[in-house]
């Protein structure tokens, strides 16, 4: 399955934002200090002052109330702050980076305090959940004195030896909105918790792993997932490939020891052909079915269906279609047939044919206020930017003037 996820309009904000931030730093090398005008974009902070790493570390001074959403890590590394960046150990640096929130007070926390710079080091999603939960400067020093479980009790979570482990062993290259939430899942769920102990390691395909499919935990497809090198965009094609995988086996009836399959692969391609091969059996079945009452197919001289299609989204109504759609897709879109409510629109562009299942109640239109279920492409994948945007834009010309 392939993956071309767009970003959402917050996420391009936010991006733009930073852009401006960015180009209005000025450093002081005298007072080693880099200045961040920020009266244009976030004009309540005004002028910031962020000291040089080496002054964190021998600063007395109370930690200001940054900014939670300056994103001054993810900064390009241009003249102005490469002389403010260069002094902050690379290891440093990347771990506080992982983070879209809080990241200068992270830093001047982890300067300021030799005990967060090691939280840091061995379990940088506590430090973050620690600096992140509200909590007095007092009252994280006295945290820092005490067991690391203590802490995982006082920022909301289980007070366990297991907690403290689990967040040990994540290793993340971000964490966005989505992770934190499959954090908190694994966490807050014992069965998970106590299953997750038996990783090594735990990157963010285990952990969406753990936390959308918790029957594979601790299986050989999950120990594998765990040790390559991910991104978060890959995490989602992998859910959906294997929620693809087991909707199409509860649909056919296989047994559990066909279902074991999906665990015992030990890559994601072995997945793909496992429910490639399940798909087209399913298919020849659902043919079989129509034809029984249906014998159109044979009598009707009909050009196939991607010749048929154009720019613009069309509704498919026949099941020879959904059929064919199927088969060049290699989406089991004969599942969804006969579901009531529900309607399958297909076009094409420059990179193939997207289809999307749209919900709506039986007998009225398909507008641009009702549920897009699912949307694919050729080979299964997961659709980008301009396939959505082209769905949205059609379903917005369907509604009435005036709505």
């Known amino acids: 399955m392939k993956l071309n996820v767009p970003l959402n309009p917050s996420e391009i904000q936010q991006k733009q934002l930073q852009k401006q931030l960015s180009k209005s730093c000025f450093w002081d090398e005298v007072e080693q200090t880099l200045w961040i005008d920020c ?30 959403n300056l994103r001054i890590l993810d900064w390009s590394n241009y003249s102005q702050i490469s002389y403010w960046r260069k002094q902050i150990p690379p290891w440093v640096h990347d771990s506080c980076a992982l983070f879209p929130t809080h990241q200068l007070s992270l830093l001047h926390y982890a300067g300021k305090y030799p005990q967060v710079l090691e939280l840091l080091d061995h379990s940088p999603m506590l430090a973050w959940r620690l600096i992140t939960a509200g909590l007095e400067e ?18 909301g979570w ?7 482990k689990f967040l040990r062993n994540l290793r993340l290259r971000l964490v966005n909105d989505e992770i934190s939430e499959q954090i908190e899942i694994c966490l807050m ?15 963010s395909m285990a952990l969406s792993l753990a936390a959308r499919l918790p029957e594979l935990i601790g299986c050989k497809l ?27 086996a509860e649909a056919l ?6 279902v074991d399959k999906i665990g015992n692969c030990r890559y994601l391609v072995e997945v793909t052909q496992i429910y ?26 009909r050009s196939n269906l991607e010749e048929r299609l154009s720019a613009e989204p069309k509704v498919i109504t026949l099941w020879q279609d959904w059929v064919e759609l199927t088969r060049l897709q290699q989406h089991a879109w004969w599942l969804d047939y006969s579901t009531n409510g529900q309607d399958l629109v297909v076009w ?16 009225e239109p398909i507008t641009g206020l009702q549920t897009i279920v699912r949307v694919r492409g050729e080979d299964n994948c997961l659709p980008g930017a301009k396939p959505l945007s082209d769905l949205h834009l059609w379903q917005a010309s369907l509604l009435p003037q005036g709505n």
Not at 40 to 50: A, Q, S, Y
Not at 158 to 164: A, I
Not at 253 to 258: H, N, T
Not at 353 to 359: C, Q, R, T
């Open 39 to 68: 009266r244009k974009v976030l004009p309540e902070f005004g002028v910031l002052n962020v000291p040089s790493w080496d002054a964190l570390t021998m600063s007395s001074a109370k930690v200001p109330a940054y900014p939670s």
């Open 138 to 155: 007092v009252d994280i020093v006295a945290l820092l004195s005490g067991k690391r479980q203590v802490i995982a009790g006082q920022v």
């Open 158 to 164: 289980p007070e366990k030896v297991e907690t403290v």
């Open 189 to 203: 769920d014992e069965q998970r918790l106590t299953a997750l102990q038996t990783l090594p390691r735990i990157n």
């Open 222 to 248: 999950h120990h594998a997932l765990a040790q390559l090198p991910c991104r978060p965009m890959q995490c989602q094609s992998m859910v959906a490939l294997l929620e693809d995988a087991y909707r199409l």
């Open 253 to 258: 009836g296989l047994s559990q020891a066909e």
């Open 276 to 301: 490639q091969a399940w798909l087209n059996v399913g298919c020849d079945e659902f043919v079989q079915k129509m034809m029984a009452v249906d014998s159109v197919i044979n009598s009707e001289n």
């Open 348 to 363: 094409k562009d420059e990179k193939g044919v997207w289809s999307a299942l749209i919900s709506k109640k039986t007998g």
